[in-house]
């Protein structure tokens, strides 16, 4: 099962609005409504951001919204601050694999 | 709220075992509706799935670890614990914890915790 493909890095100024796309294949992303994204800072445990494509998690900002379009998930930040400047990994449900990552997208803030 | 967190040894020799436990606090490693994984990601590298284990102690793994893990619990201590066997230098990592709550149909890893690094050396 291969990685899904994100951009290595994204960037925006403070208060822009940044978006990083997820694209998979039609035996994950394309077809299974399980698609999530995690927030990774060092030295800080991940954080969910967003499940089941779309829904929020209680306490996280409504800034983090995402979406799927056929095998493509994309995750937006609006209103840039410095401390989304982190890593950023979707995921899917695969079939016999339940979690398959992304590569991984660097958000840097300007 | 529910804690989670990583320990065990932080070097580990090559072809041994690697061992990791996760306890977690505010929450019981039982409570229906939940299970258990393990993800690591290797110095710049990305996040890589190695299983999970139900409360009832059912496991599924990463294909391609499979023949390696093996990740089980103990209620006494509230734990669960990853077992990685005849490791190598690509197995140094930082190894999470993690729940997830799959009871209203839903599939995420919800709450994590810091991580541990392993190194693998001689």
């Known amino acids: 099962q291969s990685a899904l493909t994100q951009p290595r890095s994204v960037s925006g100024s403070p208060g822009q609005s940044v978006t990083i796309s997820c694209t998979g294949t039609s035996s994950d992303v394309g077809v299974y409504e399980y698609v999530s994204w995690y927030q990774l800072h060092p030295d800080r445990a991940p954080k969910r951001l967003i499940y089941d494509v779309s829904k929020r998690p209680s306490g996280v900002p409504d800034r983090f919204s995402a979406s799927k379009s056929g095998n493509t998930a994309s995750l937006t930040i609006t209103g840039l601050q410095t401390d989304d400047e982190a890593d950023y990994y979707c995921c899917s449900y695969a079939g016999a694999y339940p979690f398959v990552f992304g590569t991984g997208t660097k958000v840097t803030v300007l | 709220q529910v804690q989670l967190q990583e320990s065990g040894p932080g070097l580990v020799k090559p072809s041994q075992t690697l061992s990791l436990t996760c306890t977690v606090s505010?929450?019981?490693?039982?409570?229906?509706?939940?299970?258990w994984s393990w993800v690591r990601q290797p110095a710049g590298g990305g996040l890589e799935w190695i299983g999970r284990?139900?409360?009832?102690?059912?496991?599924s793994y990463n294909p391609s670890l499979n023949s390696r893990v093996t990740i089980s619990l103990d209620t006494s201590k509230n734990q669960f614990s990853l077992r990685l066997s005849s490791v190598t230098a690509a197995d140094t990592a930082v190894y999470y914890c993690a729940r997830s709550f799959y009871g209203s149909g839903s599939l995420s890893l919800d709450d994590w915790g810091q991580g541990a690094l392993v190194s693998v050396s001689s």
């Open positions: 284990i139900y409360t009832s102690g059912s496991t």
């Open positions: 505010g929450d019981s490693v039982t409570s229906g509706g939940y299970f």
